[in-house]
């Protein structure tokens, strides 16, 4: 994958991302976490395999790598890990995303463990201290609405492997 840039910054621009389809970790896609930014943050964890955890980090790395080829440090990926171990996909934005169904029709709420995928823009950044890609979510398709037993890794308990 290539990274697209401006003509007249050569900084790196947006690359579109569309998420496997996992299952929905703690989504805030109604109303924003106002935790630690008082203007409020959506987000959205998606627990998907391992596989695709790998591939989707590749991808990441990649974009990075394109867009910054010189940079040698260690890279921050919007991916995150549990205190149980389980790693997820992170996506975050300052704007309401939209949320759709598998009919295209609004959904009012995604629960925790809800069969959902995300569409986003994945960008690369580099600072003095830090460097990575920022995953930006614009818009969660819900597969299925009904939510599923989280797998007890991701839950905050040992024991059974990803239901997919």
């Given at each position: ?103 295209r029709q609004p959904v009012d709420t995604v629960e ?53």
């Amino acid at each position: 994958m290539s990274t697209i840039t401006t003509a007249k910054t050569s900084k790196p621009v947006d690359i579109f991302f569309k998420s496997p389809v996992g299952l929905a970790r703690y989504p805030r896609t109604q109303h924003a976490d106002t935790r630690f930014n008082e203007k409020g943050v959506y987000s959205v964890g998606l627990l998907i395999t391992p596989e695709e955890l790998a591939e989707v980090q590749s991808t990441f790395e990649e974009i990075f790598r394109n867009a910054f080829p010189a940079e040698k440090a260690p890279i921050r990926l919007p991916i995150k890990t549990d205190d149980t171990g389980a790693r997820y996909l992170v996506a975050k934005s300052s704007f309401k995303p939209k949320t759709l169904d598998a009919d295209r029709q609004p959904v009012d709420t995604v629960e925790h463990g809800a069969r959902i995928r995300f569409i986003g823009r994945a960008r690369p950044f580099r600072t003095p201290l830090i460097a990575g890609v920022a995953l930006y979510l614009s818009a969660v398709d819900v597969l299925d609405a009904k939510p599923e037993p989280m797998p007890a890794a991701a839950s905050g308990f040992m024991g059974d492997p990803l239901p997919f």
